[in-house]
């Protein structure tokens, strides 16, 4: 089993900035695993924003890029979502989820509130 905890969100105003972490642990695979964050907006589903793979890059949903940036430190078995240039249509619960071995699993979100 793994176990993913988000931390980092909370409320700020447009144009600030937010950084969120996502903590693995458990049965951690050392192969390939694919990390990423998706956010829910209130009343909408779930969608993916930024992702990362190891060893094989990035990639982000078009209304985020250039403002958020996704990175991993496998050391810590962590990964984080630096956003920047934050809008109000970005709040909603951030969530982040890992693949390992076509297993996929979710942490339980961290919500995130930008004002107008």
């Known amino acids: 089993q793994v176990q993913l905890v988000e931390s980092g969100g909370g409320l700020v105003q447009a144009g600030g900035s937010l950084r969120l972490s996502c903590a693995a642990s458990?049965?951690?695979?050392?192969?390939?695993?694919?990390m990423a964050w998706y956010h829910q907006a209130p009343g909408k589903q779930r969608e993916a924003v930024a992702a990362?793979?190891?060893?094989?890059?990035?990639n982000y949903a078009d209304s985020v890029k250039g403002r958020f940036a996704i990175s991993s430190d496998n050391d810590k078995n962590t990964m984080y979502l630096q956003m920047n240039n934050l809008k109000p249509e970005d709040t909603g619960v951030y969530f982040c989820?890992?693949?390992?071995?076509?297993?996929?699993?979710w942490g339980q979100g961290t919500q995130v509130t930008v004002s107008s």
């Open positions: 458990g049965s951690i695979s050392s192969g390939i695993n694919i």
């Open positions: 989820t890992l693949v390992q071995r076509g297993n996929r699993y």
């Open positions: 990362i793979a190891g060893g094989l890059g990035t």
